[in-house]
């Protein structure tokens, strides 16, 4: 499984990105997709996730009513919209996928087995 991950870039706060992460692999509807991001100097943390059904999105407080997580099953992609950005949103964002996340377990970063490269989002003030 290989994913990729692109949309990141310079934005200004308030402004918005759109995240793509494109899988390459079989069967994507049966994978549980996640956004995990590491801002400078701090620990990994998730974002976002989906469960394989797509029936469970998980959003981390920080980000609940600004960001949406969206995965089409046809293009094998997960979406990560983001809007109302502030400074504190800039890191590395990184998509992440499994095949065996139940749903209480799609805020651990640990139940993923498959990771992409990240793609840098920088919100200026």
């Known amino acids: 499984v290989q994913l990729q991950a692109s949309g990141g870039g310079l934005v200004q706060a308030g402004g918005s990105l759109r995240l793509s992460c494109a899988a390459s692999v079989r069967g994507f509807s049966n994978y549980a997709m996640g956004w995990f991001r590491r801002a400078p100097g701090l620990e990994r943390e998730v974002v976002a996730a989906?469960?394989?059904?797509?029936?469970?999105?998980y959003y981390a407080e920080s980000v609940k009513g600004r960001f949406t997580i969206s995965k089409d099953n046809a293009k094998n992609t997960v979406h990560l919209q983001m809007d109302s950005l502030t400074p504190e949103d800039t890191a590395v964002y990184y998509c992440?996928?499994?095949?065996?996340?139940?749903?209480?377990?799609?805020?651990?970063?640990?139940?993923?087995?498959?990771w992409g490269p990240g793609t840098l989002v920088t919100v200026s003030s």
């Open positions: 989906l469960s394989r059904t797509g029936s469970y999105p």
């Open positions: 992440a996928a499994g095949s065996k996340v139940i749903s209480s377990e799609l805020s651990r970063s640990s139940a993923y087995y498959y």
